[in-house]
């Protein structure tokens, strides 16, 4: 695979990204249980409890990848209650679809939406999360306004994220991890492109305290985030 990783600020970045998920969409599933030993799973399902949907609630997983947050919201709202997960990647909306389980396909749903542009009206959902997707956004700030904009008021956003750890020794292998041995990891793969784009990602988006910062700018309250696995995971949340 020859294509360049994409380069936030280009004119062009949106549409490489969906690009490049479009392409790996067939090895996501198992290069995240690969690059996390597997607690991609558990991260997740934090980032659901601290959702704090229950039967009933509606729910809006963007960025929503091949469903695995989707899904797990759908357990927590129940038959009486809705999840949608938007993405801009159909071919990683297709096996969501695929994933769902036959007795919560009527209530989760995947639709191919831009998170800058989400087709929802105002004070649509009661929860809002998104995993390992903020990252991606080419306007960070417009996608949380438009969060906020679909969340009902007092409604929560989850974030769920990659970040850089501060202190040594996790600093140091975070380096070697994400900026040596991923990008090999995806040439395995076969596409060394897309795994070399996720590390120069994290080293480009705001720190923890940074997006929380954003967060508040965006108009959310409470603002609140939770470091994990030595520092590289954090778990932010909000009201609307």
């Known amino acids: 695979m020859t294509d360049s990783p994409p380069r936030r600020g280009d004119a062009e970045f949106a549409g ?47 960025c929503c ?58 004070d649509s959902f009661d929860a809002l999360t998104i995993a390992f997707g903020a990252r991606n956004l080419a306007d960070l700030g417009r996608g949380l306004s438009e969060m906020k904009r679909v969340l009902k008021p007092g409604g929560r956003l989850v974030i769920l994220e990659i970040t850089q750890p501060g202190r040594q020794p996790l600093k140091g292998f975070f380096a070697l991890w994400f900026d040596r041995i991923v990008p090999q990891i995806g040439k395995v793969a076969g596409d060394s ?12 988006f705001p720190d923890a305290g940074t997006l929380a910062d954003r967060m508040v700018e965006a108009g959310f309250e409470r603002v609140r985030w939770t470091v994990m696995a030595g520092g590289i995971i954090a778990i932010h949340s909000g009201v609307a």
């Open 65 to 122: 990848g091949t469903g695995d947050l989707s899904i797990e919201l759908a357990d927590r709202v129940g038959p009486t209650g809705e999840v949608v997960g938007a993405d801009f990647s159909e071919p990683m909306l297709e096996l969501a679809r695929e994933k769902a389980p036959p007795d919560e396909q009527e209530v989760v749903s995947f639709v191919n939406a831009d998170a800058l542009e989400l087709p929802f009206p105002d």
């Open 193 to 204: 492109a897309a795994y070399s784009y996720l590390p120069s990602s994290v080293r480009s």
């Open 16 to 62: 490489q990204v969906n690009s490049m998920f479009d392409r790996i969409s067939g090895v996501y599933d198992r290069m995240n249980r690969v690059m996390t030993a597997g607690l991609d799973r558990t991260w997740r399902r934090r980032a659901a409890d601290r959702a704090e949907v229950g039967p009933g609630d509606r729910a809006l997983d963007v």
